[in-house]
């Protein structure tokens, strides 16, 4: 029903993509990423899905459902509601309801729904994949908590990948990212235009400890 009502607000005149990323961690594939944007020119709507790997899932395990609904203005989308329904290894269920004037937090099939203030910026989904160029605005969210984000670096060089992956030019965003516990990451992102619409091509972020989880947008089978 969420989808079914945020969908009203894209129009007509819309374009629709769909983008697939492999997810991988050193030598193991993790998952894949899949995210379908849909576009007019002054609105747009993105839903996703993330499903963890069978060879993941023997250490960690987490699938989800999301959706984004908002306004596209000339710095890119600006977040109106965003939706998550995600599930983990042992089956805890989370749903998120973020709207403008604030969120609902489900954090398990037992419990009831608990309010929470509107978090800052907008979804880091639209933040990181889909802004036309670097962002810049400080926070980020995932429905529920706000992130504090910062560009350290943005340089445009060559992106080099198999032939299943894009490969080209492309504009390294480097940030740092903090949340709410004060954890910090560095995560770089690579955007290029593909068909016409700017997109993260590539997603690294650096994990203490582990290796890094990249995601890279598939282009060919």
């Given at each position: 029903m969420f989808l079914t009502c945020v969908s009203a607000l894209v129009g007509a005149d819309e374009v629709d993509r769909s983008y697939q990323y492999d997810a991988r961690m050193a030598f193991l594939r993790a998952g894949t990423l899949t995210l379908d944007l849909t576009r007019s020119e002054s609105n747009y709507e993105v839903i996703g899905n993330f499903r963890t790997s069978r060879a993941m899932s023997r250490y960690y395990t987490w699938n989800g459902v999301f959706a984004a609904v908002g306004k596209w203005e000339g710095r890119g989308p600006v977040t109106q509601a965003y939706m998550s329904r995600t599930v983990s290894k042992d089956d805890d269920l989370k749903i998120v309801l973020a709207y403008e004037d604030g969120s609902r937090v489900l954090d398990g099939p037992d419990e009831e729904f608990e309010a929470k203030p509107k978090p800052g910026g907008i979804d880091l989904i639209s933040a990181l994949f889909f802004s036309p160029q670097c962002y810049r605005d400080?926070?980020?969210?995932?429905?529920?908590?706000?992130?504090?984000?910062?560009?350290?670096?943005?340089?445009?060089?060559?992106?080099?990948?198999?032939?299943?992956?894009?490969?080209?030019?492309?504009?390294?965003?480097?940030?740092?990212?903090?949340?709410?516990?004060?954890?910090?990451?560095?995560?770089?992102?690579?955007?290029?235009?593909?068909?016409?619409?700017?997109?993260?091509?590539?997603?690294?972020?650096?994990i203490p400890v582990l290796p890094d989880a990249i995601f890279r947008l598939r282009v060919a089978d």
């Open positions: 400080g926070q980020v969210h995932d429905g529920e908590d706000t992130y504090q984000i910062s560009l350290s670096s943005e340089k445009v060089r060559r992106l080099s990948n198999s032939a299943a992956y894009y490969s080209g030019m492309a504009t390294h965003c480097d940030y740092q990212v903090i949340d709410n516990r004060d954890r910090k990451r560095r995560v770089t992102v690579s955007l290029a235009e593909i068909g016409g619409q700017v997109v993260a091509v590539q997603v690294r972020a650096r």
